[in-house]
């Protein structure tokens, strides 16, 4: 299949531009690179042994989209681009809401007119909010708690009324849960700009030393020992998700939502212990408050994307530790 990744250079999109291409897609990568890097589609094209086009543009270019659609004979579309970081979207929510939902009502109208109907959207378990029940599954209420959650919100909420309007349209919303881990070659990797927010990378950076500490946000939470517990996905397993989610809707039109996690919670010290044996050091620490907005603990069921897609995540903790690790060494390498 000719499938058009937006965001295809970052974090989620190299890594599942990976797995497509080795599965026999044809795929384009798009992507402004406000948060990825140029030299992302020549390491994928090395680790893939393909030569992966790659275009600079933004979504919110609707012509560019059409043109390319076109061009690559686009059969369905993964999209990835946006902008995710939870704290920012409350300091800059328009910017959160042209890129994230206007850009993805650019893409929906190029496909429209282009008559691509097939198209995978990259969801956040943070539509959720607080839980209600755990574990969460897809029907658990939405309430969604800042700006990022709600720009995803709204998007699946189009992709819906969307598919209702025409059933030829083939969607999947895939709630991602918390992904992490690197691909194996340790060649590409997440590659957060400035001080990263979130648990992996922050821990990746005092590993390296370039850090002098992690912050434990809060170890006094009803949890097993009190830090914050959270189902980490290898995002190699995330990126086959997104395989399978593509091959069921060759079977399925219309629009159905799955979440990709593991099923397992794991806490903040369970990760950070199984990152030191993993890069056989030890990571300084020091508990601070309790991070605002942050939920004590919340975990995907994952029996729907079993059962319908036949996709379950295989790869464990120390996968994901070693993965890290390899990634962190080989990106203090490169000079960009
Ligand atoms: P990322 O920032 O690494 O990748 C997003 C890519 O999109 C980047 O390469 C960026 O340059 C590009 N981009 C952003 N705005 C664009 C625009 N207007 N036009 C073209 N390209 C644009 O993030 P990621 O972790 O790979 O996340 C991919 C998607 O998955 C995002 O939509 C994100 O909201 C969603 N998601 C991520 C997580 C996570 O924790 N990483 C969890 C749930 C959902
Ligand atoms: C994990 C745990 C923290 C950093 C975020 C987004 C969510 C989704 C995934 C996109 C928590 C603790 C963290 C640190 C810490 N992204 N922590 N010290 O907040 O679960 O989810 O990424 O859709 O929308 O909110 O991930 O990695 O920031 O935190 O103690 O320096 O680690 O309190 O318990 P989070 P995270």
């Given at each position: 299949?000719?499938?058009?990744?937006?965001?295809?250079?970052?974090?989620?999109?190299?890594?599942?531009?990976?797995?497509?291409?080795?599965?026999g897609?044809?795929?384009?990568?798009?992507?402004?690179?406000?948060?990825?890097?140029q030299?992302?589609?020549?390491?994928?094209?090395?680790?893939?042994?393909?030569?992966?086009?790659?275009?600079?543009?933004?979504?919110?270019?609707?012509?560019?989209?059409?043109?390319?659609?076109?061009?690559?004979?686009?059969?369905?579309?993964?999209?990835?681009?946006?902008?995710?970081?939870?704290?920012?979207?409350?300091?800059?929510?328009?910017?959160?809401?042209?890129?994230?939902?206007?850009?993805?009502?650019?893409?929906?109208e190029?496909?429209?007119?282009?008559?691509?109907?097939?198209?995978?959207?990259?969801?956040?378990?943070?539509?959720?909010?607080?839980?209600?029940?755990?574990?969460?599954?897809?029907?658990?209420?939405?309430?969604?708690?800042?700006?990022?959650?709600?720009?995803k919100?709204?998007?699946?909420?189009?992709?819906?009324?969307?598919?209702?309007?025409?059933?030829?349209?083939?969607?999947?919303?895939?709630?991602?849960?918390?992904?992490?881990?690197?691909?194996?070659?340790?060649?590409?990797?997440?590659?957060?700009?400035?001080?990263?927010?979130?648990?992996?990378?922050?821990?990746?950076?005092?590993?390296?030393?370039?850090?002098?500490?992690?912050?434990?946000?809060?170890?006094?939470?009803?949890?097993?020992?009190?830090?914050?517990?959270?189902?980490?996905?290898?995002?190699?397993?995330?990126?086959?998700?997104?395989?399978?989610?593509?091959?069921?809707?060759?079977?399925?039109?219309?629009?159905?939502?799955?979440?990709?996690?593991?099923g397992?919670?794991?806490?903040?010290?369970?990760?950070?212990?199984?990152?030191?044996?993993a890069?056989?050091?030890t990571?300084?620490?020091?508990?601070?408050?309790?991070?605002?907005?942050?939920?004590?603990?919340?975990?995907?069921?994952?029996?729907?994307?079993?059962?319908?897609?036949?996709?379950?995540?295989?790869?464990?903790?120390?996968?994901?530790?070693?993965?890290?690790?390899?990634?962190?060494?080989?990106?203090g390498?490169?000079?960009?």
């Open positions: 299949m000719n499938i058009l990744l937006t965001g295809g250079t970052g974090y989620i999109g190299s890594h599942t531009a990976v797995v497509l291409a080795n599965a897609h044809s795929v384009v990568l798009l992507d402004n690179f406000c948060n990825s890097n030299s992302v589609s020549a390491r994928i094209n090395q680790i893939t042994n393909q030569t992966l086009v790659c275009i600079e543009g933004d979504v919110r270019d609707t012509d560019l989209l059409i043109n390319t659609l076109k061009k690559f004979k686009t059969e369905a579309v993964v999209h990835f681009a946006g902008l995710k970081a939870v704290g920012e979207s409350a300091q800059e929510p328009l910017s959160y809401f042209d890129n994230n939902v206007a850009g993805s009502i650019s893409l929906l190029a496909m429209k007119k282009t008559n691509v109907r097939t198209i995978v959207f990259s969801s956040s378990a943070t539509v959720y909010g607080k839980p209600q029940y755990l574990p969460y599954d897809e029907v658990h209420p939405l309430n969604p708690i800042n700006p990022y959650g709600r720009t919100l709204q998007v699946e909420e189009i992709l819906q009324d969307v598919a209702k309007s025409d059933y030829s349209w083939r969607i999947a919303l895939l709630r991602y849960f918390n992904p992490v881990g690197a691909h194996v070659s340790g060649m590409i990797g997440e590659d957060p700009r400035g001080t990263p927010n979130n648990l992996m990378p922050y821990i990746m950076r005092v590993a390296a030393g370039a850090l002098p500490h992690l912050n434990i946000f809060g170890d006094d939470y009803d949890t097993r020992d009190g830090t914050g517990e959270r189902d980490y996905i290898h995002v190699m397993d995330l990126a086959e998700g997104h395989l399978a989610a593509l091959n069921y809707l060759t079977q399925h039109s219309g629009c159905e939502i799955f979440n990709l996690g593991t397992i919670p794991v806490s903040v010290l369970e990760l950070i212990h199984e990152f030191e044996v890069s056989q050091g990571i300084p620490t020091e508990v601070v408050a309790r991070r605002a907005g942050d939920l004590p603990i919340y975990f995907a069921s994952a029996n729907k994307a079993k059962s319908l897609m036949d996709w379950s995540a295989k790869r464990d903790l120390t996968d994901i530790c070693k993965s890290s690790w390899n990634w962190q060494k080989f990106r390498s490169l000079d960009d």
